[in-house]
């Protein structure tokens, strides 16, 4: 959780506080490519790799956070 | 006698001006038309000029926006490698061209007159847009 944030802030900045409910398009002003790069971001600092078709559509941080932790736990 | 001839003499010579004056009178009025054209001439050029001029304005603006969604600048100062994500998520990168191209088709209708939808009318939040022609599919929303 704390490596996503970590993540997100480097990429978002910090100028909008980051939190679970933080839609990354709407309210971190980001965009699909930006969402897309994130992903790879964290599948690259966890180690881990996430189907496609897991993070298509993604919108929130929890969101984000539950398709990647759920690679984590397992 | 002497008058009489020169009398005529004057006739005559007042006959050829009065043609050569009407000659000249001819070509005035051929120079005039040509002046005329040649401002309509230049009025059609300058508004093409102004066309190429605002087209190219189009244009720059399109590259910038283009330019700025492929190699935009992150928070850490990192540039967006669209290559490297298309590489590592080709199904992802594939849905958003996509998505960015039906936008682009609406964009063309729209400018056709297709009036808004709903959804279109009602877009105030950055997901919910047309990003490639947000002013003209979205009148509701507001942006960074």
Redesign the interface.
Known sequence: MKEIIDIL??????DTPITPES?M??DL?G????V??V??QIEEALGITIP??E??GL?TVQELITVVSAHVES | MGGIFYVKNLQSQLVISEMNNAKLNEGIEMQKELLIQKENDFKAITEANNNLLLSNRQLEEDNQRLDQKFNKINASGKQRDIGNLAVQKPKSIEMILNKQQVERARCFEIAQGSPLTELEKNATKKSQINSECTSQANPNYVGY
């Open positions: 802030e480097k990429h978002f900045g910090t839609h398009i709407d002003n965009d699909d490519f930006d897309v790069d992903v790879c496609e078709e993070t298509m919108g």
